[in-house]
């Protein structure tokens, strides 16, 4: 059973040896709150900024739904990914602009919430691009946590599916309009398209 520490080793193990990142600095925090997992941080191959961050992961919460340690790793994987990736300073910027442009002058929350809407319109997927960003996001954390750590489909599918409650139509992740939390995809859309490009990759 992946204690706190076993997880911080493995966070290191995973930045060293996998990712190959000679100097980091992520610690990994037992969180108690709602949350099941969730990663801050940023990786710059510049001298001398290391690449930093935090992850929080539940593991009572984990554990008391029965999730194994192999879905653990899945989980821990993946939020190093979005550090990786620095992700994070992606969802940063969103957040700014929807903050600088609520705080304009004619100060209508209104009227940022009137455009995100038409930007979902005019989407392909109906996500305006703050939600397509997120999504795709997770995505890409899916298939690194697979394709460079674990190696294991059927644990990453089992992880995902535990995520859902076993409902694979709950959302995985969701964005917000006027004040509705709408779902920017399922957690059966996540295994769908980490399944498709899990064997696009293994066939090139
Ligand atoms: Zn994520």
Redesign the pocket.
């Known amino acids: 059973m992946l204690n706190i520490k076993s997880c911080q080793d493995f966070v290191n193990w995973i930045l060293s040896n996998r990712l190959l990142i000679n100097n980091h600095n992520v610690i990994v925090i037992n969180t108690k709150t709602s949350l099941i997992?969730?990663?801050f941080g940023i990786n710059s191959t510049i001298w001398p900024i290391i690449t930093k961050g935090i992850i929080l992961i539940n593991l009572d919460d984990l554990y008391q739904r029965q999730f194994t340690e192999k879905e653990i790793q899945f989980i821990l994987a993946?939020?190093t990914?979005?550090i990786y990736k620095n992700?994070s300073l992606n969802t940063l910027m969103w957040n700014i602009i929807e903050r600088l442009l609520i705080n304009l002058e004619y100060n209508s929350p209104l009227i940022v919430e009137t455009f995100k809407g038409f930007l979902e319109l005019l989407s392909p997927n109906n996500l305006p691009h703050n939600a397509e960003d997120l999504k795709n996001?997770?995505y890409e954390?899916?298939l690194i946590a697979l394709n460079y750590v674990t190696g294991d489909l059927r644990n990453a599918i089992s992880c995902l599916q535990k995520l859902s409650n076993n409902d694979p139509n709950s959302p995985s992740?969701t964005w917000e309009l006027f004040n509705l939390n709408l779902p920017a995809m399922t957690l059966k859309q996540r295994i769908d398209v980490l399944k498709e490009r899990y064997y696009s990759f293994r066939t090139l």
């Open positions: 997992a969730s990663a993946h939020e990914a979005h992700h996001n997770e954390a899916d992740h």
